[in-house]
Structure formats: C-alpha cells, structure tokens
DNA sequence: ATGGGCACCTGGCTGC
DNA sequence: TGCAGCCAGGTGCCCA
C-alpha cells in the first residue's frame, strides 16, 4: 500500500472536494474487502454532511455530523475525486457520491483496504485504539524509540514497521530510513546504539516528509486524488534497487527476506 | 510479552 | 500461447 505518505497525499488531495459536501448516495459494487461492507453501510453515510479530513497512521478519517468514516487502502487501493457521471473502471468499489457533482471513488485491486463507518469516536475503534504515536509527531523521539528497542532481540527493521510502536512506516520507508540512518535492517533492535538511534529518528522523519513533498511513492497501484502517481521513487536510495549501485558509495545494493518481505540495503554504508 | 508465520486477494512478470 | 510459480506500498490473528 499506501504508506503513509501516499495516505497523506490522499487526504490533502480529498479534503477540498470532500469538506463541508453533503453525501448524496453511496454506491456499494463489491462489498468484500478486507472487511466485508454490512448491508447497513449506505444508509449510515446517506444524507451526512462531511465535516473534516484527518489521517490517523494509514487511516483516513472523515468526520461526519454523526459518526465518522474510516477508510484504509491495504496493499493497492487508492481514493480519487471525480464527476460523479465517470463510469466505473474494473475494481472501483465504492462510489460516495457528494453533490456539487463530485464522488468519491474507492478503487482497490486486491481488496486488501477497508472502510468503516463508526457512530462514536474514530480513534476508539478498535483498529485504531491501539496504534502507537505517528512518526512525524513529538512524541516519537530518540528517547522514545531508545525504550521500544530495550531488550528487544527482533530486527530493527521488523521493529520500525510494528504499528504497536510506531505507525506509518512500511516496507519501502522502512528500508530508506535505515539507510540513511547507516544502520542494517538486520541489526537486533536491543543492538542499535544510542548515537545509532540519534539519527534513526531524524532519518524517518526526513524520509516521510521529503515522500509527502513528492506526493509519495507510486511503484504500481498507487495514484493521488487527482488519478496522478506520486514522484518520490526517483529518490529512493535503495528499494528496488537490488544489483544496482548504491547512490553514495556505488556499491551493488542487496535484497533479503525479512518477515516475508524484501529488504534492501547497501552493505558498505549500513553497518 | 515476544516472535514467527499465515491469511486475505488480484494482476503482472518470468521461465519452462 | 499457456500455464505454473513467484512477487507486490498491509496488518490482524493464531500459535509456540
């Protein structure tokens, strides 16, 4: 998926489409996704003003009058503003239709993503109750991250991507920030030095807001609000970038499996 | 509590 | 041309 800057860009792209518009209907064509829609769905979001767009770790948030929406893009799903006459496309399976002519659109391949409407406080839902402090935020420190890693033998890179430490930082950005941390994805967390961790945590700041300015990175599914990927894959240091050079020391990058997913790093810079 | 592995899905690519 | 096998921005859940 989306990480989070792709689910950032998507809701600065949504937000003046969708803010303060009515939702006029809601067209459900395929009510399995990761957690299949309840009949019920529709008839929640019909008829309510949204109020506001928000991001909580990979969740998209839209407030409504009553209740709010939850919206997660899984592996492939993307969100786009556009006239609501458009015809649907393969794998376009929710239509919210606002008025003033636009809809929402949620497309999503695999039907790894979700959508949720809650009656009570979005972040008490109980996909969201338990996440750990967003990246960019001032609760994620060097101090902070010191305290997670402190006897914990998994590898620092598994670490990096737990939500129930810190959110939004996924199997590309997790790679990136490791490089320019100069730290091996493969080190054990508890492993990782304090000066080590000094630059971990400014390196996964920098990556995520450098990706957003990009507006994120787009490898096969993803597009912004606006059906437009994102530009950051150019800046990529390392992921996807097995056998080539590394950007800083030329080095051929390496590829390992790490929790069943790939890993990259340039085994000269990262020790 | 921690760690490891699987599951959910479709589509694109590779190699026989 | 066809088909099997493998891989892909996530994450909840089950088991040791």
Request: with cysteine; charged share 25%.
């Amino acid at each position: 998926m989306p990480e989070l800057p792709e689910v950032e860009t998507t809701c600065r792209g949504i937000a003046p489409a969708v803010c303060a518009r009515r939702i006029k209907s809601v067209v459900v064509r395929e009510h399995r996704l990761r957690w299949p829609l309840p009949k019920t769905f529709a008839a929640q979001l019909e008829g309510q003003r949204i109020l506001d767009v928000g991001r909580r770790a990979k969740y998209l948030v839209l407030t409504l009058e009553r209740g709010a929406l939850i919206v997660h893009l899984g592996m492939s799903g993307s969100l786009r503003v556009l006239p609501a006459e458009t015809p649907p496309q393969k794998h376009d399976h929710v239509d919210i239709v606002l008025n003033l002519g636009h809809c929402l659109r949620f497309n999503d391949p695999r039907r790894f993503g979700s959508m949720h409407f809650t009656a009570d406080d979005p972040l008490e839902h109980a996909l969201l109750r338990k996440l750990a402090p967003e990246p960019l935020g001032e609760a994620f420190h060097t101090e902070y991250l010191a305290k997670q890693t402190a006897r914990r033998k998994v590898a620092i890179k598994l670490l990096l991507m737990n939500a129930s430490l810190v959110v939004g930082v996924g199997n590309i950005y997790a790679s990136e920030a490791l490089f320019r941390a100069g730290v091996r994805p493969t080190r054990p967390a508890r492993k990782v030095k304090r000066a080590e961790l000094d630059k971990l945590v400014p390196a996964i700041k920098t990556v995520l807001s450098d990706a957003i300015r990009a507006g994120g990175t787009t490898l096969r599914d993803y597009v912004n609000a606006d059906g437009a990927p994102g530009y950051f894959r150019q800046k990529l240091f390392v992921y996807e970038r097995a056998g080539e050079p590394c950007r800083k020391c030329k080095t051929p990058i390496k590829q390992l499996t790490q929790g069943q997913r790939s890993t990259y790093y340039c085994p000269t810079c990262q020790v």
